[in-house]
Structure formats: C-alpha cells, structure tokens
C-alpha cells in the first residue's frame, strides 16, 4: 500500500519535496493545502491530490498517513500542531520555526519549536526534519565512517557556509560530531543577514569553530565541512563538490567525487533520498540517516544561541540556557 502524503504550503520548495515523492514507489499524493486558494489549486492540477485551504478541513476529509510541512518558518507551528494533535505524522522544513526569516532566527524562536517537538513526545506522534544535506553522497559517506570508528577519536571540526545553507549546516556538524555543549559566539553589528562566527565544545570532548556569512557566490562552494579524527582528516565540500580523505599515517589524498555540473548540482538528489526515507519510516520499514523534531529544536537552540552568546559576552551552556522540551 502507497504511503498517503498531504503537502501543507504550495510554495517554492514544495516542489523539490513532490519530486522526491515522485521517485517513492509506495508513495501517493492525496492533498494539498495552502492559504491561498489557487496556489492549492495548481498544485493540485500539476501533481495530483485535493485541494485544501484548511489543514483541519483536510484532515477531516481525507486519510492522511503523514504531512509535508512546506510552509514559511513562521507559519510551521500551527500545522504542525494539528496534524500530531490528529494523530498524524509530519515532517517540517527548516528551520524548524523562525518568526522573520531564517537569516535571522531570534532567542524568542525556540519556544515555539519546544512547543513542537513537546507535542510529538507528548503524543508520541512522529516529527521529522527536513535536512535533506544529510542525504548527500558525501554527507552519508562521511558520517557512516565517522561511527564506522574509520576516522577514530574525534578531535576537531570547522564548518563555514553561506547562510542560505545555515541551518542544514549547523545540522550536519551534530549530524557527523554529536551535540554542541557550549558555544562563544559573535556577530557583526548589521540587523537581518549578519555575520557570525563561533567557537564550540561538542558534547564528545572535541571542539570546532562555525561561521556563516553571505558573501560567498552561489557558483562556489557554499558549504565547506572540515573534521579531523585521531586516524586522519576529512573534507566535505557542498552537496556536489566530493569528499577529500587525509590519512593521518599515509602522505595520500584519498579523493571521492564523481563528475558534476556544479557544486549544488546534486541538489535534488538529496530531496529524494530524504523523501524516501520519510516514506519508509511511515510504512514501518527501516529509514536511515533521518533527522527527528528534536534534532530540528537542537538546531535551532544552536542558531539563537549566537545572539545570546555574543550579547552576553560570554560561554553559553546549551543545556543550562535552554533546558528540555
């Protein structure tokens, strides 16, 4: 039996979400819903399913087995809400919620992403996120090597990217080195898009530094993800652009990259892959590398937590600042 899907939020990236779905053998559109009539209307001609302007309408109408959130951050929570309030399993894009935009994710923000990732526990309905980065060759490659023990003990990691790819970026450093315990962070002084850099603790022992800016052009590299282990080094470079393996013993580059357009020419592959997975998760087979509701919360405590660092001039405790959901 195909996995029943509803898409809420007809915009830009609904689209690279429905061709993923596309791809999913037991996968079936059966809804769309957006605020805006003719937004849900043509998406629903293009790709199939109902159309809505109701999430509670639709839910009350069709037989929904899992909810794409594909909305604007500020309006994630409410949809969120009511599907794993009905029951119904959803994964959220990224970030999780962010009340302007995701430039600029505010200490307030976290509370209504607690608020989510609390109902899933309380329900024990499934959250998922949507970091489909983790769904790149070189980004699965690199942590399955990590927790293989091939890069031995973790030692160091430095990530730099340009904001669009901010959140996926804080993600994937918890995704391949686990969760941040402190961070000391600062700003540049303009509102909205602002450069920030940081030094942080993992949880592991390891430390590493974050940056992100906005200068960076779109045919670069936008993402560049270094960790060095006790056995050697390792560097990821954008969706597309490889895997660059140093041996600690041998004087070798160890190259893994296959022939591209671009660094994000792969770009929908990973929408595919993350597509898949959500699919299998709700259809009770095994998913693989999926990143939950509270990996979306980490995240985002992550993200504010460069405001509250460099206001405060001083270490901040994720755990003691934020507590638990």
């Not at 699965?140 to 091939?150: K, N, V, W």
């Not at 990973?270 to 509270?294: I, S």
């Amino acid at each position: 039996m195909a996995v029943r899907v509803a898409i809420i939020g007809c915009g830009g990236v609904s689209r690279s979400h429905i061709a993923g779905l596309k791809k999913v053998q037991d996968a079936a559109i059966v809804a769309m819903c957006d605020l805006v009539e003719e937004k849900a209307r043509s998406h629903a001609e293009q790709f199939g399913g109902k159309p809505y302007t109701s999430v509670e309408q639709m839910l009350a109408q069709e037989s929904v087995e899992v909810a794409d959130v594909c909305t604007r951050e500020a309006d994630h929570c409410e949809p969120v809400l009511q599907c794993l309030e009905a029951g119904i399993p959803a994964m959220v894009e990224k970030p999780i919620y962010a009340a302007t935009n995701q430039y600029d994710v505010q200490p307030g923000d976290v509370d209504k992403a607690q608020a989510m990732v609390r109902k899933s526990m309380d329900t024990g309905v499934l959250l998922r996120m949507a970091f489909n980065y983790r769904y790149s060759p070189y980004a699965m490659m690199l942590h399955d090597m990590i927790q293989a023990g091939e890069m031995g003990e973790p030692v160091y990691l430095d990530a730099n990217c340009h904001l669009a790819c901010w959140s996926h970026t804080i993600d994937l450093i918890r995704f391949f080195n686990g969760d941040v315990a402190e961070m000391a962070a600062r700003m540049d002084q303009r509102e909205g898009e602002r450069t920030r850099a940081a030094a942080l603790r993992f949880q592991n022992g390891s430390v590493g530094t974050l940056v992100g800016q906005t200068q960076t052009a779109w045919f670069h590299d936008l993402l560049r993800i270094e960790y060095v282990g006790t056995k050697g080094k390792a560097v990821m470079r954008d969706i597309a652009g490889g895997l660059y393996l140093y041996p600690r013993e041998r004087r070798e580059e160890v190259i893994h990259k296959t022939p591209h357009d671009g660094p994000r020419s792969e770009f929908q592959i990973t929408f595919d892959g993350e597509m898949q997975a959500l699919c299998d998760q709700v259809g009770n087979k095994q998913p693989t590398h999926g990143a939950t509701g509270l990996d979306g919360l980490r995240e985002l405590e992550i993200d504010a937590g460069y405001v509250v660092a460099s206001e405060s001039n001083e270490w901040l405790n994720l755990r003691e600042h934020w507590g638990e959901p």
